[in-house]
């Protein structure tokens, strides 16, 4: 059977039954799914925290997910591997993109149910409000699928939905983003521009969506790179696009790309986890809504740590394969929690020459527009242990030397301290730092770090020798076994 939210459902559960938990009672959309999720995070109840199938939201008779993205374990599972080879096999699959399948109306699940004019009514969907500030309920886990008027091709990417009536949400896209200059060309040409919103299917999905890469277009291939197999996808009911025929729900819509054709929008709770960029933006004129017989509705937990989690992994792949391009030194990057999975990059490299490390940072930099500041280091050094990342910067980096400022940059737009042309104005800029955090390059020599002796760590046994001190017993009388001499 073809991968789809299901069966990868089915590959969770069978996995670890822990993984998915499941809500019978009802359930307000509005505050109380998320206040569920976010108080499990961190309670022992809920190793792993899980997602959660919630059967009973108040005002839809239709099943919400939430949380399935909220793991690295998961999103590693869903491409066959774990958190440890997670960023080595989503670089080396998304380098691999298998094109799609293009299946009848008839063999597409999500035709199953088709509803067009007055049967439009988005109030049947269980929308939520995430964060106490958010202007309403909001659409966190669509696809959204565009044509670039230019090139045919269809792109993808994952924006912010708000609802603003039976049959129209609002579409809020990055500058920097492709949808944007999809807009724009739109507008130039004086056209409105289709959209389909899909929402619901394998993880592969919406990390594809996520994916960055070079040109416009792809992210459907994509997909099918992650799944391992070709995406099947079907033609819209009223747009021309096609979109995957295994999803959950499509909604199908027209943008009046006229300057003038504005909602306000926001607030919304965005990845810094601030509330940022406020309308007016452009908004979706839903013509059909799309479905399985029994869908389930899947949301993305915003300014969260699902949030954080779903955009990393698919940018550390991404910003690897094009890094290693242009610099085939670089050996790992992370995009660690603290900098949102957005704004922060480390990466590790076997540098030969001086000069190298700018040249990675400056890569990266040309993939995603989001990152901030990047730490470059030495390969000895695990970019995923934060702790050794900055222990390198407390003693391989001089700021007068190995510290770069780069002000002006396009950048993330979401982030409350970016600025305008005119400093003092809110804007799409920012200013980029890097951090050389290496070692000199050969011949020039470095003192050596501190280790343990390798051969001792891999003889000795700890759980052999390692038991709790009973409370009443001797201190300093022992009959533990002794250790075999290193000698």
Same mark, same amino acid.
């Given at each position: ?15 670890? $039954?822990?993984?998915?938990?499941? *809500?019978?009672?009802?359930?307000? %959309? &509005?505050? =109380? /799914?998320?206040?569920?999720? !976010? ?57 691999? $993109?298998?094109?799609?399948?293009? *299946?009848?109306?008839?063999?597409? %699940? &999500?035709? =199953? /149910?088709?509803?067009?004019? !007055? ?369």
């Amino acid at each position: 059977m073809p991968k789809d939210l299901r069966t990868f459902l089915d590959d969770v559960v069978a996995w670890s $039954p822990e993984q998915l938990k499941i *809500v019978d009672a009802e359930v307000d %959309p &509005v505050f =109380e /799914v998320a206040a569920i999720v !976010d108080k499990m995070q961190y309670d022992p109840k809920y190793p792993g925290f899980p997602a959660v199938l919630f059967r009973n939201v108040k005002g839809s008779s239709m099943p919400l997910l939430i949380n399935l993205h909220g793991t690295y374990e998961r999103l590693a599972l869903s491409i066959d591997t774990d958190i440890h080879g997670m960023v080595r096999e989503y670089s080396r699959r998304e380098g691999a $993109p298998i094109p799609v399948t293009r *299946v009848t109306s008839d063999n597409a %699940p &999500v035709h =199953e /149910v088709v509803l067009t004019g !007055d049967q439009i009514d988005m109030g049947k969907l269980p929308l939520l409000v995430h964060q106490e500030l958010d202007a309403g309920k909001y659409i966190t886990s669509a696809a959204a699928i565009l044509r670039d008027p230019e090139s045919g091709r269809q792109n993808a990417g994952i924006y912010r939905h708000q609802l603003q009536g039976k049959s129209s949400v609002g579409f809020m896209s990055n500058p920097a983003n492709h949808a944007s200059y999809i807009l724009r060309a739109m507008r130039e040409a004086k056209k409105p521009m289709p959209v389909a919103l899909v929402i619901g299917h394998h993880p592969a999905m919406l990390m594809g969506a996520v994916s960055k890469l070079a040109g416009i277009g792809g992210e459907l291939e994509v997909m099918g790179g992650l799944l391992g197999e070709s995406l099947e996808v079907v033609k819209c009911k009223t747009v021309d696009l096609e979109v995957p025929a295994r999803a959950e729900i499509v909604i199908e819509g027209i943008i009046d790309t006229d300057p003038a054709a504005t909602r306000n929008e926001g607030p919304f709770g965005e990845y810094p986890r601030y509330y940022t960029m406020l309308g007016p933006f452009p908004w979706v004129q839903i013509t059909a809504i799309t479905m399985r017989r029994d869908p389930i509705y899947v949301d993305v937990f915003n300014a969260h740590t699902e949030h954080t989690v779903l955009g990393a992994l698919p940018r550390m792949g991404s910003i690897l394969r094009r890094v290693q391009e242009a610099m085939p030194t670089v050996t790992a990057i992370n995009l660690p929690v603290s900098g949102m999975g957005r704004s922060h990059l480390y990466i590790s490299m076997k540098k030969r020459v001086e000069g190298e490390p700018k040249i990675a940072a400056c890569a990266a930099f040309a993939v995603d527009p989001n990152l901030k500041h990047i730490f470059i280091v030495d390969d000895d050094v695990d970019v995923f242990k934060e702790s050794d990342v900055l222990w390198m910067l407390a003693t391989r980096f001089q700021a007068d030397r190995d510290l770069t400022i780069m002000p002006n940059f396009l950048g993330g737009h979401l982030n409350p301290i970016t600025y305008g042309y005119h400093r003092e104005e809110k804007g799409p800029l920012e200013t980029k730092l890097i951090f050389d955090c290496t070692k000199p390059a050969p011949p020039i020599t470095f003192p050596p770090m501190c280790h343990v002796p390798a051969d001792v760590l891999a003889r000795v046994r700890p759980d052999e020798v390692v038991k709790p001190y009973t409370p009443g017993t001797s201190l300093t009388e022992t009959k533990a076994p002794v250790l075999a001499k290193t000698r």
